[in-house]
């Protein structure tokens, strides 16, 4: 991550490109759609966190995975603490 | 205690292909799934499984859920809802190992990447009861739900203690069977260090010149209704588990007692269990390995539980044609056993050729042979044996005509 600069919009298509991997549909997923009703769950949220721990170096821990009830808010997390 | 047990839909996913149909009609034809001394079930998942039931499920557990879809098509259930109160429906699939390749990829990962990259999904994938419980997720079933691991006696012990729920009132209808996807060069070297696999790569049950099985991968599921329950809803009736019989050697890790003691205990069992003599019994689908110990043992065991019977008795296996699907074997055999039995027809043991001492049984290497039942409604066993000296085996009838 020296070189590149990270954006919120590439934070944004990663996490979507993730969902649509886990099961999501492609169409539902929007910054408002919530993860319940995406059918994701907590094993699949551990998951998320695993590839932005390495695409990113951000960590997100069991504690923050409550908090995560939208697209929009895992994203707006990860670009907090990516400094994007 | 005595309620009847019947079986309403089958299910299978095999080296011989996709469906129990096509199991019976290419076995009883004389093809083969084994390839290169191994035997893989060939299946395109996202056919099946959706990309998010697929990506949590072990291949073991993707071959139950595909078996468990076609058996419930034909029962006429609803997949997502049992036709009885979901309380009293249950799930038992067995297996041998459970998710080795889960377990195998997740222990790469760890040591190349970390404990960090270890997938949150390693443990509930290859965990031996994962089949289970996804089945009765996807199909919402709320009554018991567990997998027997008895080694290669795992599908008929599932399908003996769902059998068992029903006829005790428990539940009014079960989900049973096997599955087993252990293609992993770890099962293939620990099998072959223990010299139970064929050098030759050929499955010849009962024959001399057998050296080892083969091993296969693949499912078997039926669903197994009480008999009121079954004819409450005016289901088809394809056959009925009668009898259920279980014992350990309790001898040795891996070799059978010589004499087949153990595995005579468990036929007899079954039989008196069923209410019938060995007179009655029309066809035996055999464990019938292709190991030397197997082999010589069950023959044994045949001839002390089934006395003169034995010898007019045809008796072939199912693992000629597709290997040893391990956890697996007796779920899908007792699958082909129903489907014999509604052709009343002895499917052969292909490539049987050449008699070995001892064991001269009719092992009906010359292709499929019909049943002479005289009209009678016919009765077979089939038998499963495990590592560690577990022996199961099930009295099925089939349907009248």
Redesign the interface.
């Given at each position: 991550m020296s070189d590149t600069t990270i954006t919120r919009e590439a934070i944004q298509t990663r996490v979507a490109e993730a969902l649509e991997e886990f099961g999501a549909e492609p169409s539902e997923i929007t910054p408002d759609a919530t993860f319940e009703a995406l059918d994701v769950d907590s094993l699949d949220l551990v998951e998320l966190g695993q590839i932005v721990q390495e695409d990113y170096g951000v960590e997100l821990k069991g504690e923050d995975m409550p908090k995560l009830k939208t697209v929009g808010n895992a994203v707006d997390l990860i670009a907090e603490r990516a400094g994007a | 205690m005595d309620k009847r047990v019947v079986i309403t839909g089958v299910g299978a996913v095999t080296p011989l292909g996709v469906g129990a149909r096509t199991l019976h009609t290419r076995w009883c034809g004389g093809d083969s799934g084994i390839e290169d001394g191994t035997a893989r079930a060939d299946f395109e998942v996202t056919e099946f499984l959706?990309?998010?039931?697929a990506?949590?499920s072990d291949r073991f557990t993707q071959l139950a859920l595909i078996a468990a879809q076609e058996a419930l098509e034909q029962a006429g259930w609803d997949a997502d809802e049992p036709p009885h109160d979901s309380d009293r429906v249950g799930c038992i699939v067995g297996t041998g190992i459970g998710g080795i390749g889960t377990l195998m990829h997740g222990y790469d990962v760890l040591n190349e990447s970390g404990p960090?990259?270890v997938?949150?999904?390693a443990i509930?994938l290859m965990m031996p009861n994962a089949a289970a419980g996804a089945l009765a997720m996807r199909h919402g079933l709320h009554g018991v739900s567990f997998a027997p691991t008895s080694a290669c006696a795992a599908g008929a012990h599932s399908i003996g203690e769902a059998s068992r729920a029903i006829a005790a009132g428990d539940c009014d209808a079960v989900l049973a069977g096997g599955a087993e996807a252990a293609h992993h060069p770890i099962a293939h070297a620990a099998f072959g260090q223990m010299d139970a696999l064929s050098d030759s790569g050929v499955s010849r049950p009962f024959d001399a010149r057998r050296d080892g099985f083969v091993m296969g991968e693949g499912a078997g599921i039926l669903v197994l209704e009480s008999g009121e329950a079954a004819e409450a809803r005016g289901a088809t009736v394809l056959g009925e588990v009668v009898g259920y019989g279980a014992t350990s050697d309790a001898h040795h890790l891996t070799a059978p007692l010589e004499d087949g003691a153990g595995a005579a205990r468990a036929i007899r069992l079954a039989l008196a269990d069923a209410g019938l003599q060995a007179a009655d019994v029309d066809y035996v689908n055999a464990h019938g390995t292709s190991t030397p110990l197997n082999d010589a043992s069950e023959t044994r065991a045949l001839k002390a539980a089934l006395g003169d019977r034995a010898y007019e008795v045809p008796v072939s296996s199912t693992k000629s044609v597709i290997g040893h699907l391990l956890g697996a074997a007796g779920a899908v055999e007792a699958v082909a056993t129903i489907l014999a039995l509604g052709e009343r027809v002895a499917p052969p043991t292909v490539g049987w050729e050449v008699r070995d001492e001892g064991l001269d049984l009719d092992y009906v290497g010359d292709g499929p042979r019909r049943l002479d039942v005289n009209g009678k409604v016919p009765v077979a066993l089939s038998n499963s044996f495990g590592f560690g000296g577990h022996n199961a085996v099930l009295a099925l009838k089939g349907a009248p005509a």
């Amino acid at each position: 991550m020296s070189d590149t600069t990270i954006t919120r919009e590439a934070i944004q298509t990663r996490v979507a490109e993730a969902l649509e991997e886990f099961g999501a549909e492609p169409s539902e997923i929007t910054p408002d759609a919530t993860f319940e009703a995406l059918d994701v769950d907590s094993l699949d949220l551990v998951e998320l966190g695993q590839i932005v721990q390495e695409d990113y170096g951000v960590e997100l821990k069991g504690e923050d995975m409550p908090k995560l009830k939208t697209v929009g808010n895992a994203v707006d997390l990860i670009a907090e603490r990516a400094g994007a | 205690m005595d309620k009847r047990v019947v079986i309403t839909g089958v299910g299978a996913v095999t080296p011989l292909g996709v469906g129990a149909r096509t199991l019976h009609t290419r076995w009883c034809g004389g093809d083969s799934g084994i390839e290169d001394g191994t035997a893989r079930a060939d299946f395109e998942v996202t056919e099946f499984l959706n990309r998010k039931l697929a990506r949590r499920s072990d291949r073991f557990t993707q071959l139950a859920l595909i078996a468990a879809q076609e058996a419930l098509e034909q029962a006429g259930w609803d997949a997502d809802e049992p036709p009885h109160d979901s309380d009293r429906v249950g799930c038992i699939v067995g297996t041998g190992i459970g998710g080795i390749g889960t377990l195998m990829h997740g222990y790469d990962v760890l040591n190349e990447s970390g404990p960090g990259k270890v997938s949150p999904l390693a443990i509930p994938l290859m965990m031996p009861n994962a089949a289970a419980g996804a089945l009765a997720m996807r199909h919402g079933l709320h009554g018991v739900s567990f997998a027997p691991t008895s080694a290669c006696a795992a599908g008929a012990h599932s399908i003996g203690e769902a059998s068992r729920a029903i006829a005790a009132g428990d539940c009014d209808a079960v989900l049973a069977g096997g599955a087993e996807a252990a293609h992993h060069p770890i099962a293939h070297a620990a099998f072959g260090q223990m010299d139970a696999l064929s050098d030759s790569g050929v499955s010849r049950p009962f024959d001399a010149r057998r050296d080892g099985f083969v091993m296969g991968e693949g499912a078997g599921i039926l669903v197994l209704e009480s008999g009121e329950a079954a004819e409450a809803r005016g289901a088809t009736v394809l056959g009925e588990v009668v009898g259920y019989g279980a014992t350990s050697d309790a001898h040795h890790l891996t070799a059978p007692l010589e004499d087949g003691a153990g595995a005579a205990r468990a036929i007899r069992l079954a039989l008196a269990d069923a209410g019938l003599q060995a007179a009655d019994v029309d066809y035996v689908n055999a464990h019938g390995t292709s190991t030397p110990l197997n082999d010589a043992s069950e023959t044994r065991a045949l001839k002390a539980a089934l006395g003169d019977r034995a010898y007019e008795v045809p008796v072939s296996s199912t693992k000629s044609v597709i290997g040893h699907l391990l956890g697996a074997a007796g779920a899908v055999e007792a699958v082909a056993t129903i489907l014999a039995l509604g052709e009343r027809v002895a499917p052969p043991t292909v490539g049987w050729e050449v008699r070995d001492e001892g064991l001269d049984l009719d092992y009906v290497g010359d292709g499929p042979r019909r049943l002479d039942v005289n009209g009678k409604v016919p009765v077979a066993l089939s038998n499963s044996f495990g590592f560690g000296g577990h022996n199961a085996v099930l009295a099925l009838k089939g349907a009248p005509a």
